[in-house]
């Protein structure tokens, strides 16, 4: 009963997000209540959904300051010396800016922290694809790969260190049969990138500008629409003088970040006020600022407190186990052989709907328990199950999914619609890559 009601609301979910017919903040919300009082859980429904809300409030508060921070910093004029260099060396090429893109996007995701990775790259990349009139889904969807193959695979990556601790793994042991793989993912996600580029050079004809200077448009059939895509920016808020010190504030933040002196959101919370002091002392351009970015971080954040809703109702009904279980069961001992295969290939629904704690703390052990019942190492399942992580990064469930289109300004059901087959691909060439290295087995 559990399996069928679970089944049932994750697939009216996407359905209903997917097609538009709700908003993301709604369908969180309204989905799972509706569910959980079909399965009588009626009583329970404020209990999970508090405890779904108090397990996403820090990362609410994370992107709350985030989104700020990185706000005034481009504000102040931080990223436009990258922008400049970037467009003197792609020479304008839509191709050159995707493959620009990608190797920005995956040596940034070596960090492991999807949320950094978003705030770097979009804040670097977004006005150059406006001023050319580039599709923004193209960068959301290079970086979304990109971090699911680097962040995915390394031992400090969420995924991987979740699965390590809860199967008690050795990370060397883990992680050394996967750089191959890890390698491959990186030239799949190049060459994907090379693809968008090339199709986006199509549509686009031959454009020319120069950042420095006003922007000169020579392709007839598509002046009008970049001339209402380039950004206007008030030479008020730029603080050029400030350049270096802004650069240390945001290389202090992340180096404090990375080496976990400070929890998350009060270290963005005090970068972002050491921000907005230095760049704005007049109250009034901070008030300025702080609005010019609210609605952003404002949906963004309800966005992240709805799917912790949808989160607890899954976790609190126990729907959860119940589709891990049946899962588990339904799988024919004949098919034992190809376990690792079938949790490379589960993995991309379950880390849809499920976050990353549910699925490595909660199913995966019980997939790597029935897994050793046909003699297969439980360091396979977990290699496997790390595989579906580019689909999981669609999901309206990862908070810094919802900050990467929340950044692009477009909504998760149009990222979702432009870069499934993609995701999916990758998954795949993922999977495939890892049977012929050896990290994991097929027979």
């Known amino acids: 009963m559990l399996t069928i009601l679970g089944v049932s609301m994750v697939t009216i979910f996407t359905y209903l997000i997917m097609t538009k017919k709700m908003s993301p903040i709604v369908a969180l919300t309204l989905i799972p209540i509706i569910f959980a009082i079909i399965g009588g859980f009626a009583s329970d429904i ?143 996600v190049t060459f994907i990138a090379f693809l968008l580029g090339k199709k986006e050079r199509k549509r686009l004809g031959s454009i020319h500008f120069d950042y420095t200077e006003e922007e000169s448009i020579t392709h007839s059939e598509t002046a009008a629409t970049l001339e209402e895509n380039i950004i206007k920016e008030e030479s008020d808020i730029k603080r050029p003088k400030l350049l270096w010190v802004n650069l240390l504030i945001v290389l202090g933040i992340m180096t404090t970040l990375i080496l976990n002196l400070l929890p998350a959101p009060v270290l963005f919370l005090i970068g972002f006020i050491l921000a907005l002091l230095i ?84 199913v995966l052990p019980i997939l790597a328990e029935a897994a050793s019942a046909y003699g297969i190492d439980p360091i396979e399942i977990a290699r496997a199950s790390i595989l579906g992580q580019p689909v999981h990064l669609m999901s309206p469930l990862v908070a810094s999914t919802i900050l990467l289109v929340g950044m692009i300004g477009k909504d998760i059901g149009d990222h979702q619609r432009f870069a499934l087959k993609w995701a999916i691909l990758t998954s795949l060439i993922l999977t495939g890559l890892a049977i012929l290295t050896g990290a994991i087995s097929f027979m």
């Open 46 to 188: 404020g209990p999970m959904m508090l405890e779904g809300i108090k397990l996403v409030a820090p990362s609410a508060a994370l992107l709350l300051f985030a989104i700020l921070f990185f706000g005034v910093m481009i504000d102040a004029g931080l990223f436009d010396p990258l922008i400049a260099k970037i467009l003197q060396i792609v020479k304008r090429d839509p191709v050159k800016i995707a493959m620009g893109t990608a190797i920005l996007s995956l040596m940034v995701a070596l960090d492991g922290d999807g949320t950094t990775t978003y705030m770097i790259v979009v804040s670097a990349m977004l006005p150059l694809y406006k001023r050319i009139g580039m599709n923004p889904l193209i960068m959301a969807t290079i970086a979304m790969l990109s971090l699911s193959v680097m962040s995915g695979m390394t031992p400090w990556g969420g995924p991987a260190t979740r699965v390590i601790a809860v199967l008690g793994l050795d990370a060397s042991e883990f992680f050394v049969p996967l750089i191959p793989t890890m390698i491959g993912g990186a030239l799949w």
């Open 279 to 362: 760049n704005y002392p007049d109250l009034e351009k901070q008030k300025e600022r702080m609005l010019a970015h609210s609605g952003n971080a404002l949906i963004v954040v309800i966005l992240v407190f709805a799917a912790g809703v949808f989160a607890g109702i899954l976790s609190g009904t126990k729907m959860v186990d119940a589709m891990a279980n049946t899962l588990v069961s339904i799988i024919p001992e004949s098919l034992g052989a190809f376990f690792p295969l079938i949790v490379a290939f589960t993995s991309m629904p379950f880390t849809f709907v499920l976050s990353n704690d549910a699925y490595y703390f909660g």
